[in-house]
């Protein structure tokens, strides 16, 4: 039997949201049942954001303290109520889920490393998705709390796959041209990730935290490691189908 090839599918939470205040569990099922149709040939780990926006879907929190700490409260509690989501819209398309939060300093120790490795070797061998969220209880301010778009590209380095696609609420990375002029135009192939950086905006989505600038920089990461990065519209139904059979625009980082 040929190798299965790996993507790593980072979900921010404006995908997830549909730019909503409410998590969608049409986008949800829109992502289970691309993994069912792909699943024959890929096999995917997901990175996915969304805890926080989930959270403040009911909860208001009180506190004195800095905004930092309530988006970790908020993380904790909206935490498990992402997963069980997606692990019962996933079981009913025939998907196995399981959870895993990361830390970066994970990232700098061999022994952390090489757990990271092995477990969700064992999960994806036997058929489970990992879906891995930062452990934003002990996040750092310094380490920006925050940028899953890191975590992900970091998580595709170590385990070597051979696809990372972020999916967020814009077709790909537009000129800064087009988007003065509000006409956005894709850029769809690039070579050299830094010749991106001038094109990029300081604007965020509504739930965002990183902006495009830290899906950049999670392309130095990615590249480094020779894996090759595709940006993608999550809001459209079949977005990785889509980005697969070049439907639709989307910015691709060889
Ligand atoms: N050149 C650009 N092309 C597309 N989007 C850009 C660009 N520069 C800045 N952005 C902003 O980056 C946002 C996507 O990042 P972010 O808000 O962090 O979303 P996510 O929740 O998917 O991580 C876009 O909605 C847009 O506001
Ligand atoms: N860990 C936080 C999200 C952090 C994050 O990077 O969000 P996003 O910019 O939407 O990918 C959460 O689950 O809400």
């Not at 699943?39 to 926080?52: H, L, P, R, T, W």
């Not at 019962?88 to 700098?108: A, K, M």
């Not at 935290?209 to 990461?221: N, Q, W």
């Not at 894996?227 to 993608?232: D, G, N, P």
């Amino acid at each position: 039997m040929q190798k299965k090839k790996r993507i790593l599918l980072k979900v921010g939470s404006n995908t997830l949201t549909k730019e909503t205040d409410n998590l969608s569990r049409g986008k949800i099922e829109d992502i289970a049942n691309q993994i069912a149709i792909l699943k024959k040939e890929y096999e995917f780990i997901i990175v996915s954001s969304g805890a926080i926006a989930v959270a403040k879907q009911f909860v208001k929190l009180e506190s004195q303290q800095d905004s930092v700490f309530v988006k970790q409260a908020l993380a904790s509690i909206g935490q498990p109520h992402l997963i069980r989501i997606y692990q019962e819209i996933f079981r009913s398309y025939g998907l196995l889920t399981s959870q895993c939060l990361l830390s970066y300093s994970d990232f700098e120790k061999e022994e952390s490393k090489s757990n990271i490795v092995n477990t969700i070797n064992v999960l994806v061998n036997n058929d489970y998705i990992p879906i891995i969220n930062e452990n934003d209880t002990v996040a750092t301010d310094e380490i920006k709390f925050g940028d899953n778009d890191k975590l992900g590209a970091l998580t595709a380095a170590l385990l070597g796959v051979d696809l990372f696609i972020i999916a967020t609420n814009t077709n790909g990375i537009y000129t800064r041209e087009s988007l003065a002029t509000n006409t956005p135009k894709t850029i769809e192939e690039v070579t050299d990730y830094k010749d991106l950086k001038q094109e990029v905006l300081p604007s965020k989505s509504s739930h965002g935290s990183g902006g495009m600038l830290s899906k950049i920089e999670a392309v130095s990461v990615t590249k480094k490691a020779n894996i090759e990065t595709w940006i993608v519209n999550g809001l459209e139904d079949h977005f990785i189908l889509n980005a697969f059979e070049n439907k639709v625009p989307f910015t691709k980082i060889k």
